[in-house]
């Protein structure tokens, strides 16, 4: 018997006395009723709470905000599929010779990523309650290797695409894809429990919230 | 009750990291003399905790999540051969592949045979119980292939050859300073002047794996979570170690335990919001991957998971304890346990410590396996992990079960009546007439002598020895309550206690006023 049939019979041997798939009570919250205003300052308390930088901007200001958080990188790197309007303006060098474009077609090696100082993305969706952003490798988000290697991650959020909970913002996702859920930069507590932010994920992450 | 023709008969134990080699109080008193490690832990789990219920008290629903939890998992455990296929079907036909393994032997030939298929000696580690539990390192360091644990902790662990001792902060049981002496002792090229600062241990972990990321051609993982509607894996941690391993390399490996399935995409939204909460005490962790099977040009291009059974098909058959299954272990119930708080988690002997460890190591290796029967002992049955834990598992239920479970194994390979019974029919002789009772009070000086100048006892002999392991018991009194009664009510003139008596006195009075009602 090969080990898939044993296992699936041993399992159902287990079961024997049929026990019933109970209803599943699902009396928990599946909205949270916030309007936006609300939204943008209880995901800004949250990644800040998180020791993430926040900075809420009208969607005219992302540009110049992305300019001048990226002066201090030699180099960074954006998603090909990245909007186009984010990465122009003053404080954006036409094409930049410091800007590296990566997507599936033409992906940058990982040693090159690993020379890269920073990265700007967009995002799919944000979770205002626990501080949470979701890629889901669309466009504007790109391969996951580009948003974790690099030691800044600038992630810019459109208000429209804050969820208040949990529930609310799964229900707007394709599981399917590859999924990275974002609640702060990289920590670890492993030492006497104190908390170290930045270990091998980027070790600052930037969130822009645009209005 | 009738067996499908062919069926195999159960139970079928797991083998691997589960068993103890040494009985729980045994080791337990070992470990209590540890003062260090008890301080570590008195801390780290009291302040867990505390962020814990500050983080529960935020959600207003949490019972009604907890509610969905357990009632997802039981239907899972219902439903496991439909969901396990549907699953398979997801996943394979999203370019995964999938192996079964009975046991720990098994799964470790398998993450073997699938490394050596890539040419690769050397592969990187995402933190997981399920690879702790068959022993995967150890038996890939017999093969010849090294694997580098990459979260923090089990780095200091394994970089010490040491064991876990937490499900969520393996290393807890170390501190700052005893980490800078392993790293300078262990980790090729440390800087000789590192300080004990968490941020620049940190940092140094950090350097020491970059490479190591950024190279490796093949991950091992487990995983959190398995959603059979679309072949989905969860992995969940804090570090990036995690997707490191999941996105860099070109083949990924995840071994995995049958009953970590939930039905839909759906059910994420209840167990996403239970796990962090119940484990760091935090909102969301910082970082939690999810795939579904290969994507083109992101990501590892081969992907294979081990499903393992390892007794938990053994665990499954137990309808009293099957729900042990439910475990997404958080480990909530370790830091609430007042037992473990003490003992720490080496003296559970298994990979799974604390309250779950102590049901769910005996029910997937039997309860005569070893030493594993003393298990559902290591519990005062104060029921604080059924309180906490996110899916309702009612552990003090399932332990008095298997405690019963163990007396019944035992009960008929022995004729000669036990010490137990032996002193339960001399105590009903004692009590059942105050004369005799008043005799064998006589005797109580001379249990003063055996506790010595201390006054504590800390041996008992026979079948009263286990309780004395891990503490003292007080010198019973000079005098007998009976003595002291009939002394102090002979006649008014014998009054109160006379100075010789002071020490005495002391003694029998503070009994006597627990003893009134
Ligand atoms: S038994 Fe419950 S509380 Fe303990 S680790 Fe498992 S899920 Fe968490």
Redesign the pocket.
């Known amino acids: 018997m090969s080990a898939r049939e044993e296992i699936l019979g041993r399992i159902r041997t287990a079961l024997k006395d049929n026990p019933e798939a109970p209803q599943i009570p699902r009396q928990y919250r599946e909205t949270s009723g916030l309007d936006e205003a609300a939204l943008i300052g209880l995901l800004a308390d949250r990644l800040i709470d998180y020791k993430a930088q926040v900075s809420v901007v009208d969607a005219a200001e992302v540009p110049a905000r992305i300019a001048e958080l990226l002066a201090g990188a030699r180099s960074y790197v954006v998603p090909a599929g990245i909007d186009a309007g984010w990465l122009s303006g003053p404080g954006h060098e036409p094409g930049g010779s410091r800007r590296h474009l990566d997507s599936t077609a033409a992906p940058l090696t990982v040693a090159e990523l690993d020379g890269i100082d920073a990265v700007v993305t967009g995002s799919a969706v944000a979770v205002a309650e626990t501080g949470t952003i979701i890629l889901d490798g669309s466009a504007n988000q790109g391969r996951r290797a580009i948003s974790l290697v690099p030691d800044h991650h600038i992630c810019v959020v459109k208000a429209a695409d804050i969820a208040g909970i949990l529930p609310e913002a799964l229900r707007r996702i394709d599981g399917t894809r590859p999924l990275t859920m974002i609640s702060g930069p990289s920590a670890t507590s492993d030492i006497e429990l104190e908390r170290v932010e930045g270990v091998h994920g980027p070790r600052k992450l930037d969130v822009i919230i645009a209005r | 009750m009738s067996t499908f023709l062919g069926m195999p008969a159960l139970p079928v134990y797991g083998t691997g990291n589960l068993h103890a080699s040494e009985s729980f109080p045994k080791a337990a008193h070992r470990e209590l003399g540890n003062a260090q490690l008890r301080a570590n832990l008195g801390h780290a789990t009291r302040t867990i905790r505390d962020k814990r219920l500050k983080m529960v008290a935020e959600l207003p629903d949490w019972e009604q999540l907890r509610d969905a939890g357990s009632a997802i998992k039981e239907s899972v455990m219902a439903r496991l051969p439909e969901l396990l296929e549907q699953f398979e079907e997801n996943f394979t036909a999203r370019g995964g592949v999938i192996h079964w393994a009975r046991d720990a032997g098994e799964a470790n030939a398998i993450v073997a045979g699938l490394i050596r298929d890539t040419g690769e000696t050397e592969v990187v580690k995402v933190k997981s119980m399920a690879t702790q539990e068959i022993g995967l390192n150890e038996y890939l360091e017999e093969q010849g292939i090294t694997a580098f644990e990459t979260d923090l902790a089990e780095l200091i662990v394994q970089l010490d050859h040491d064991k876990p001792s937490h499900?969520l902060v393996p290393a807890i049981h170390k501190n700052r300073t005893e980490i800078r002496d392993i790293f300078l002792r262990e980790m090729p090229g440390a800087d000789p002047q590192l300080t004990d600062d968490p941020a620049v241990l940190a940092m140094a972990a950090r350097s020491h794996l970059r490479r190591k990321f950024l190279t490796a051609k093949v991950a091992v993982s487990g995983a959190n979570f398995a959603l059979a509607d679309s072949g989905t894996l969860a992995v969940v941690e804090s570090e990036g170690n995690g997707r490191m391993c999941l996105t860099l390399p070109e083949t990924l490996i995840t071994v995995m335990g049958v009953e970590k399935l939930l039905p839909t995409w759906q059910d994420l939204e209840v167990f996403m919001q239970l796990l962090p909460r119940?484990s760091t005490g935090e909102r969301m962790n910082p970082y939690t991957s999810l795939w579904t099977g290969v994507t083109e040009g992101d990501g590892p291009q081969n992907m294979h998971l081990v499903l393992l059974d390892n007794g938990r098909s053994a665990a499954l058959a137990d309808e009293m304890g099957r729900s042990a299954l439910h475990?997404?272990?958080?480990?909530?119930?370790?830091n609430v346990c007042p037992v473990y708080e003490r003992t720490g988690g080496h003296a559970y002997g298994s990979t799974y410590p604390?309250?779950?460890g102590a049901i769910l190591s005996p029910l997937m290796t039997g309860i005569q396996a070893e030493e594993n029967n003393s298990l559902p002992y290591a519990s005062s049955l104060c029921g604080a992990?059924y309180d906490?834990?996110?899916?309702k598992?009612n552990?003090p239920d399932i332990l008095v079960h298997l405690r019963s479970v163990d007396v019944d194994s035992k009960r008929g390979t022995k004729k000669i009546p036990s010490q137990m019974d032996v002193g339960m029919k001399a105590a009903s002789w004692a009590f059942s007439s105050g004369k005799r009772l008043a005799l064998l009070e006589k005797g109580l000086p001379l249990g003063r002598l055996a506790a010595g100048p201390d006054k504590k006892i800390t041996k008992l002999p026979g079948i009263a020895a286990g309780w004395t392991q891990s503490r003292d018991i007080p010198a019973p009194p000079s005098q007998s309550f009976r003595d002291w009664w009939a002394k102090e009510h002979r006649a008014p003139d014998a009054g109160s206690a006379t100075p010789s008596q002071g020490g005495v006195s002391e003694n029998s009075v503070s009994q006597n006023k627990e003893d009134q009602p």
């Open positions: 499900i119940s475990c997404i272990r958080c480990s909530a119930c370790m604390g309250p779950i992990c906490a834990c996110p899916v598992i552990i």
